[in-house]
């Protein structure tokens, strides 16, 4: 259940194509405050700009829900992959994609649907300078086709001086009760060969290297976990609280509630023409959130730099 690599193993069910115009005028509509702005992104797709007074700065696609840029003092700290596509049929590869119902490998496509459908906003607004924006993904026929229950998720994305945070909200709308699995798919800028991860030691892992089908159970001895080839290791029962070295100067505290698990995850080789540029680190809930009719699942990401 680990993560594999972010290449898109898509079912016969094709991606619904975006109404790129006219969802950014609907976009901008419901988009009203001084420092949060919609425009045309790469693609034409819609695009929300969130500047806060203290400088910083995040960027992010309807498409997908997903955060392709957060800047602090003009330093953009995630990556986008130089192979990714913005064209509305594939999965933006970089950023923060969701991977939601399904992290990895399962059932339906890889990593779900959550990063191929459009969401829509809902709620925006600023707090002493700090924009956040709320954005919308309930069920339609192409989810359906895989995954056959109503559900809504909210993701409120919240941009500070030196942070970005989010939170994604999921509800049960559906007669029944259903399960899923869910990640961040986090990637941050670094410099491969310096990169390491504080907080780890003693976590249950699942190694995927060197059998991605077969994941070797075992405990992380490592105070500091570096990236010294290919990487794809799910931890379980994570720390609330992770630090990045990016090894570019950088040094990124993560936090969460209630994402319990963790993953890296570097391709190496696999992907010879940037994986040298970042290091993903993933907060995941790897068990399955089984919800009733009318629960809900919540769970928040903290991402701040000093």
Same mark, same amino acid.
């Given at each position: ?5 972010? =290449? ?24 009203? $405050? ?33 955060? =392709? ?41 890889? #990593? ?72 961040? #798919? =986090? ?5 491969? =060969? ?21 994941? $070797? ?24 609280? @992770? ?25 190496? @080789? ?10 993903? $680190? ?23 730099? $000093?």
């Amino acid at each position: 259940m680990a993560a594999l690599p972010m =290449t898109c193993s898509f079912s016969a069910v094709t991606p619904r194509r975006v109404s790129r115009f006219s969802g950014v005028a609907m976009a901008s509509a419901g988009a009203k $405050v001084e420092n949060v702005k919609v425009g045309q992104g790469l693609g034409d797709l819609p695009k929300v700009v969130l500047t806060s007074v203290h400088g910083s700065e995040a960027e992010l696609y309807l498409y997908g829900g997903c955060v =392709t840029s957060w800047k602090v003092a003009n330093k953009d700290l995630l990556f986008v992959r130089p192979d990714a596509v913005f064209t509305g049929q594939k999965p933006i590869s970089g950023g923060i994609p969701h991977c939601f119902p399904q992290f990895g490998p399962g059932a339906i496509q890889q #990593h779900g649907f959550a990063r191929n459908m459009s969401w829509s906003i809902v709620n925006s607004e600023t707090v002493d300078g700090n924009p956040s924006i709320t954005l919308e993904l309930k069920d339609g026929p192409y989810s359906r086709a895989m995954w056959d229950y109503s559900f809504q998720a909210l993701y409120k994305v919240t941009l500070d001086r030196n942070a970005l945070s989010t939170e994604l909200k999921v509800t049960n709308t559906d007669a029944k009760p259903f399960s899923f699995t869910t990640a961040l #798919h =986090t990637y941050f800028r670094a410099l491969v =060969t310096r990169a390491s991860v504080k907080g780890l030691k003693g976590c249950k892992t699942l190694n995927k290297d060197p059998d991605p089908k077969n994941p $070797v159970e075992g405990k992380e001895e490592r105070a500091l976990v570096t990236f010294p080839g290919f990487v794809d290791c799910v931890y379980l029962e994570a720390p609330t609280e @992770l630090q990045l070295d990016n090894g570019l100067g950088g040094v990124i505290t993560i936090k969460n509630t209630n994402w319990s698990d963790a993953v890296l995850w570097n391709p190496h @080789l696999t992907m010879e023409s940037c994986y040298k540029d970042f290091v993903c $680190v993933e907060n995941a809930k790897i068990g399955e959130v089984k919800l009733e009719p009318n629960e809900s699942w919540t769970a928040s990401q903290h991402l701040s730099i $000093v």
